[in-house]
Antibody, heavy 119, light 107 residues
């Protein structure tokens, strides 16, 4: 069974940093692109960042470009999202998601981890 | 940038009725459109990919159609567990876009 398990969320002050992790199991992690998608409280889904299967390419939404960095560690089957200069608008549940091959849709999604930016 | 517009924002129906949800793209996306279902407190679940293909384990009452700029998700006969929020999604130039969602509520 394919599973994605996020961790690392929590309360952080404005301007602070946080690193999210997503441990993958049940599939060959190194052969799939991955993404982070977030959902602010009561709002819709917003794609945040994606990384290619071989980690040679990464992509970001304009809203996080220059502040967030996506990476992956094949030896640990883990996807990361380093988030810096956090603001209130970054408050959301962050989901990791496995992309299809070739990348077009997401299946499955992790259960999400909540990031709250507040003083 | 492709914009996906879903309608209606809210759809009020009763169990057993047919639901028709719309997703319109600002430019042609071919057949590269997916649909997700999200229930409160849960992660989104893939329902339909490539406009009309049901994902694994998705009941036959869910169907997708359309191509180009106009797409439809149809639920033939609503079950109580189908009341949720539905999103459409497209990938272009390595970026992903979601519609704003349609909330399907019990009438």
């Amino acid at each position: 069974e394919v599973q994605l398990l996020e961790s690392g969320g929590g309360l952080v002050q404005p301007g602070g940093s946080l690193r999210l992790s997503c441990v993958a199991s049940g599939f060959t992690f190194s052969t799939y692109a991955m993404s982070w998608v977030r959902q602010a409280p009561g709002k819709g889904l917003e794609w945040v960042s994606g990384i290619s299967a071989d980690a040679t390419a990464s992509y970001y939404a304009d809203s996080v470009k220059g502040r967030f960095t996506i990476s992956r560690d094949e030896s640990k089957n883990t996807l990361y999202l380093q988030m810096n200069s956090l603001g209130a608008d970054d408050t959301a549940v962050y989901y990791c998601a496995k992309a299809s091959a070739p990348p077009s849709w997401f299946d499955p999604w992790g259960q999400g981890t909540l990031v709250t930016v507040s003083s | 940038e492709i914009v996906l517009t879903q309608s209606p924002a809210t759809l009020s129906l009763s169990p057993g009725e047919r639901a028709t949800l719309s997703c319109r793209a600002s430019q042609s996306v071919g057949s590269y459109l997916a649909w997700y279902q999200q229930k409160p407190g849960q992660a989104p679940r893939l329902l339909i990919y490539d406009a009309s293909n049901r994902a694994t384990g998705i009941p036959a009452r869910f169907s997708g159609s359309g191509s180009g700029t106009d797409f439809t998700l149809t639920i033939s006969s609503l079950e109580p567990e189908d009341f949720a929020v539905y999103y459409c999604q497209h990938r272009s130039n390595s970026m992903y876009t979601f519609g704003q969602g349609t909330k399907l509520e019990i009438k």
